[in-house]
């Protein structure tokens, strides 16, 4: 398992940007957290996770608002650790 993650995009260093470029932001990291998921293998396919990852990554992010993005994406981030590691033990 390597540590490719991307940057994450709330970082309040950050100057307060425009609604393009906060949706660009969090739209690449969603792509980001998608080629992720995909990477899992066989495995992580197999196991009920998976499609919850998948159902935050597209259906839940698409219905919510940009403010409510981010918070999807952690959590999604989140259970694709989890299935990262549960598929490295089996």
Do not use: C, V
């Not at 490719?4 to 949706?23: H, L, M, Q, V």
């Not at 969090?26 to 499609?51: D, I, V, W």
């Not at 993005?69 to 694709?80: F, K, N, S, V």
Request: charged residues 30%.
């Amino acid at each position: 398992m390597t540590n490719d993650r991307p940057p994450n995009p709330s970082a309040k260093s950050r100057p307060r940007t425009g609604f393009r470029e906060r949706y660009d932001d969090l739209e690449a990291y969603r792509l980001a957290l998608m080629a992720r998921l995909t990477s899992l293998g066989e495995a992580g396919h197999q196991h009920p996770g998976y499609k919850r990852a998948l159902k935050l990554l597209n259906d839940t992010f698409r219905k919510s608002k940009l403010a409510q993005r981010l918070a999807i994406l952690q959590a999604a981030a989140w259970l694709i650790d989890i299935l990262e590691k549960i598929t490295l033990i089996t």
